[in-house]
């Protein structure tokens, strides 16, 4: 019995359920924005001679905010989607479906292509509304609101594996529902939390950001590929071909 199998059983999860959330959180956590946001930040910090504890607590009150805002956010949508009528409700994994594979295929192009054509990527005015915030709110409230904020403008973007989750999850949304919807957003802010942790031990950020930007293409590619397949899980699903549940 494999490790996911054995968390599946002792909780009571479906097991299927429980390997789509974790593979969807995954792909979701494979975020360049959220990363470069935190790496600015961090830079910022360390280039005003900021002490290691301060370092730990401003990056920890932004990742705390990220991981609020877009868990709120998924609970607005479940209980959007759970006032739609049930024969629109039908269709809306085929929707959603169709949506992430859209996605997946913008990020195969600009794996290929990047800059030619439409991009899942952060319009230019609020990228450079996020430097400017990344520089200037370096204190715990401030960080906070950076966190909030790069969480809602990057949720259109890259939040095609949520959107996907939770097009499963309010199906049957109850106790269990939300503790996946919990662990989905724990997976996503966890290489934020990697990062902040190797920087604070002594990790130089220029090799941290280097790993960024060498990393980015296959990211892309990889996140494509993913969502893809999700997508045509959600369109099986719509169809009865398969059941989560």
């Given amino acids: 019995m494999n490790s996911l199998s054995f968390v599946a059983q002792s909780t009571g999860l ?34 005003g001679g900021g002490s290691t504890k301060r370092l730990l607590l401003l990056g920890g009150a932004y990742i705390a905010s990220i991981f609020v805002v877009y868990l709120v956010a998924g609970l607005g949508l479940i209980y959007f989607f759970s006032e739609i009528p049930i024969v629109i409700a039908e269709y809306l994994s085929i929707g959603v479906g169709l949506l992430v594979i859209l996605a997946g295929l913008l990020e195969i192009k600009d794996y290929f292509w990047y800059g030619k054509g439409f991009s899942l990527q952060i319009p230019h005015y609020f990228a450079k509304k996020i430097q400017e915030y990344s520089t200037s709110k370096t204190t715990i409230i401030g960080v906070m609101f950076l ?64 790993w960024k930007e060498d990393s980015k293409g296959t990211m892309r590619l990889a996140i494509g590929l993913m969502l893809i397949a999700l997508g045509w899980i959600l369109i099986l699903i719509a169809n009865g071909v398969i059941n989560f549940g």
């Fill in 14 to 47: 479906d097991l299927p359920t429980l390997g789509l959330v974790i593979t969807s959180a995954a792909i979701d956590a494979i975020n360049p924005c959220a990363i470069g946001v935190l790496i600015l930040m961090v830079s910022v910090i360390l280039g």
């Fill in 147 to 210: 966190g909030a904020f790069v969480a809602a403008v990057e949720l259109p973007c890259t939040g095609a594996p949520y959107l996907a989750i939770i097009t499963v999850l309010r199906i049957n949304f109850d106790v269990t529902a939300f503790g996946l919807m919990v662990l989905y957003n724990i997976i996503f802010v966890s290489p934020l939390l990697v990062i902040l942790a190797m920087v604070a031990s002594g990790s130089k950020l220029s090799s941290v950001q280097k």
